[in-house]
Structure formats: C-alpha cells, structure tokens
C-alpha cells in the first residue's frame, strides 16, 4: 500500500545483508523511505533491494558505495540527503571482520577494518547532523558489537574499532543532546549472517580446532543461552530507538548478546 504522506528517512550502511538489511525491512515496513546502501554494485544489491521494496510502504532506493574511502563515506550521506531531502535516521552498520594474530595482521586489513566501520560512522555522522540539528530530530544508531565492550584473542583490529565506536557514540550524544537528537550503539552478540559464516574457517585455523568447535567452543561459548542472536532481534531494537519513547535513551550501549557482558 503506498502511503502519500512525507515519510521520514533512515540510511543504513550496509544493508544488503544481514543485520542491516533486517533493519531496512523493519524500517521500510513501518514506513520510513529507505536508503538501501553496500559495496555491491546496483545489480549485485538488486535482490536485497527488492525484499525491501517488498515490505515498503514508501520506494526505497539503492545506493552504491566503498566505505574504505573517506571521500566515498561523506558523498554516500550526500547523495542520500540530495535525493530523499535528509537523513533523519542513520544506521552506521556496514562492517568486516578479519580473524588472525596480531603480529601477522596485514596493517592493510586494520585499516580497511578502521576505515569502514569508525571512520564512515565519523564521516557520515558528520554529513547527517546539520540537517538534523536544522530539523531539531534525529536518531543515529551506531551498529557496534559484545566486542565494543569486551575483547577476543585474535580479533584485534575489529575489537579495537568497536570500542571506538562506543566512545564516538558516547561524545555524539551529548554534543546532541539538547537539540532532538538521539545517538545509541547496539552491541550484537554472534548473530548469524554472512559475516559469522565467512569466519568459521579463519577461527577453526588459528584455534587449531574443528569448524564445529568453533561454532561451539568459540561462538556459542561466551554467550550463555547458547543460541546465535537473530539479525529480527537487532532490527526490533533498532526499530524502538526511533520512536518517541526513546527519547531519552541516548548515549548508551545496548547489548544483545544473550547474556555474554553479564559475565
Ligand atoms: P554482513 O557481512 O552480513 O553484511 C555486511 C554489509 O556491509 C553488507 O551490506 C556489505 O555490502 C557491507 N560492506 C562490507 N564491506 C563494505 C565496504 N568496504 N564498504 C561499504 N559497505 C561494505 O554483516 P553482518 O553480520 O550483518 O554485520 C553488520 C554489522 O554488525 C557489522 O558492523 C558487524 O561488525 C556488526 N556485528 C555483527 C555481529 C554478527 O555476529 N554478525 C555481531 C556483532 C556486531
């Protein structure tokens, strides 16, 4: 059903698979206009788009971009402004993950890790608030991890970014916090997606154990119900930051781990 009034707008980076995409669906179904984004070009990103046209009640719309770049991260958070007339919802969720001794980390690959998932949150944070502040309402989620709060062996890079972004998410909030605008980090437990998937492999090498162990013994050890978190689960917490009733919940973490930071 097509709804004719002036809908919000949310960008979430990297939503053309899972957490990400989980929440442009969430968003789109509730009637946000939705700024699809990845690395994948438009035709790669086709089908993600279409799940999200599917449950939209506002045409959302894709775009293509390398958060490895500063100059990319700043014109992606332009284009979306140009085209939709502002971001008033900023998911900053694109994210890798390399798993490896620290002292045979690739200094390339810490970068890339750094660029994509602390410097694209700066950058596009930075684009996103004037039109904000101007507005007085804004919601910035920022999607960071257990490991923004607690470390891995072996994961270096990705646990030193995520607590970053913490801080980040912690100094924004209160620059904002008399203007309307609200800015949280969630911090996801092992969710199943491609992103967990991909690094079974690379933790079965460097633990010197089985696929099955690691999902086991590494995965599944450290977060007491035992289960992998839903990419749903994170969606629906996203979904609550932007409502009116969260107003006052900013500056915070917001852990979904299945009990993981208790311990
Ligand atoms: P995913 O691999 O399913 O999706 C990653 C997304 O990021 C894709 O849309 C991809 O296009 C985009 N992306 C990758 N490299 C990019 C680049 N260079 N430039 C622009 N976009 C790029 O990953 P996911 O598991 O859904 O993770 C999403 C976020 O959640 C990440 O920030 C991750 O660190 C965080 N997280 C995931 C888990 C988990 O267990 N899956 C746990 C905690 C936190």
Known sequence: MVDASEPKTALITGSTSGIGLAIAKRYAEAGYRVAVHGI????????????????????????????????QSTALAKAVIEDFGGIDILVNNAGIQKVAPIDEFDPVDFSRIVAISLDS????????????????????????????L???????PYVATKHAVVGLTKSVALEVAEQGITCNAICPGYVWTPLVAAQVADQARVHEM?????????ML?????????????????????????????TGTTISIDGGWTAK
């Open 40 to 71: 994948e070009t438009p035709d790669k990103a086709a089908d993600a788009l279409a799940e999200v046209a599917a449950v939209a009640r506002h045409e959302p719309a894709y775009f293509s971009a390398n958060l490895s770049n500063d100059a």
């Open 121 to 148: 949150t700066f950058l596009t944070i930075r684009a996103a608030l004037p039109g904000m502040k101007a507005r007085g309402w804004g919601r910035i989620v920022n999607i960071a991890s257990a490991h923004g």
């Open 150 to 156: 607690r470390a891995s062996p072996f994961k270096a």
């Open 210 to 218: 089985s696929e099955e162990d690691v999902v086991k013994k590494v």
């Open 221 to 249: 050890a450290p977060q007491p119900t035992r289960r992998f978190v839903q990419p749903d689960e994170i969606a629906e917490m996203a979904y609550y930051l932007t409502g009116d009733m969260a107003r006052s919940i």
